[in-house]
């Protein structure tokens, strides 16, 4: 699987917009571009996945450079409630594809 | 969405003893579930890829005795920690995915072992 690189941590004001970077430059054209977020003692809780076109769902977007090598998350109006720690993760399409965490960005959301 | 349940949520136990954890998946069956451990202020880190009917697939340092699974059926896999010692307190997560779609992983809520 390929693996992915994010700046360790975040800040952001509340109510504003938070992008969050990652680099996969080594990804494969069968592996999706998955975002996870964990706050503090849970699980991990799905935000976004996408192949090659831009997402968007209820939580956040997804933009993904024309070749692939990077990906932005898009909180559009970050709450309190966002801070936690943001998982990119690469996955191998099918079923059994595994989902392997790097360290993630923590992002500090700030009133 | 689809709900992953994780039992028990903590469990304390005395170092020699084994000790069970359950995953289900609740409104969908999943062929393929994951186990994670995570240690404070780590990411988590894949244990073994858990397979309905035939054995676990355990990733590399990982002791397919000490921790044993079991999926027997298409909504319940079961981790057993066996012999536990202080060093295999930590935070277990498991994640399932729907069969015979490709989409998003579900995640348990996880069972924070601490072994005395």
């Known amino acids: 699987d390929a693996k992915t690189t994010q700046p360790p941590s975040m800040d952001c004001a509340e109510g504003r917009a938070a992008n969050l970077p990652c680099n996969h430059s080594t990804i494969s054209g069968n592996e999706y571009v998955y975002w996870y977020r964990q706050i503090h003692s849970q699980g991990p809780q799905y935000i976004i996945h996408?192949?090659?076109n831009n997402e968007t769902n209820e939580m956040a977007s997804l933009i993904i450079t024309e070749d692939r090598k990077s990906s932005t998350l898009i909180l559009p109006h970050a709450t309190l409630r966002d801070t936690a720690v943001y998982y990119c993760?690469?996955?191998?399409?099918?079923?059994?594809?595994?989902?392997?965490f790097g360290q993630g960005t923590t992002l500090q959301v700030k009133p | 969405g689809a709900v992953v349940s994780q039992h028990p949520s903590w469990v304390i136990c005395k170092s020699g003893t084994s000790v069970k954890i359950e995953c289900r998946s609740l409104d969908f069956q999943a062929t393929t579930m994951f186990w994670y451990r995570q240690f404070p202020k780590q990411s988590l880190m894949l244990m073994a890829t858990?397979?309905?009917?035939?054995?676990?697939?355990?990733e590399q340092g990982v002791e397919k005795d000490k921790f044993l699974i079991n999926h027997a059926s298409l909504t319940l896999s079961t981790l057993t920690v066996t012999s536990a010692h202080p060093e295999d307190s930590s935070f277990y997560i498991c994640?399932?995915?729907?069969?015979?779609?490709?989409?998003?992983?579900?995640f348990g809520s996880g069972t924070q072992l601490s072994v005395l």
């Open positions: 993760i690469v996955r191998v399409r099918g079923n059994t594809g595994k989902l392997i």
């Open positions: 858990s397979n309905e009917g035939s054995k676990a697939t355990y």
């Open positions: 996408g192949l090659k």
């Open positions: 994640s399932a995915t729907r069969t015979g779609r490709n989409e998003k992983l579900f």
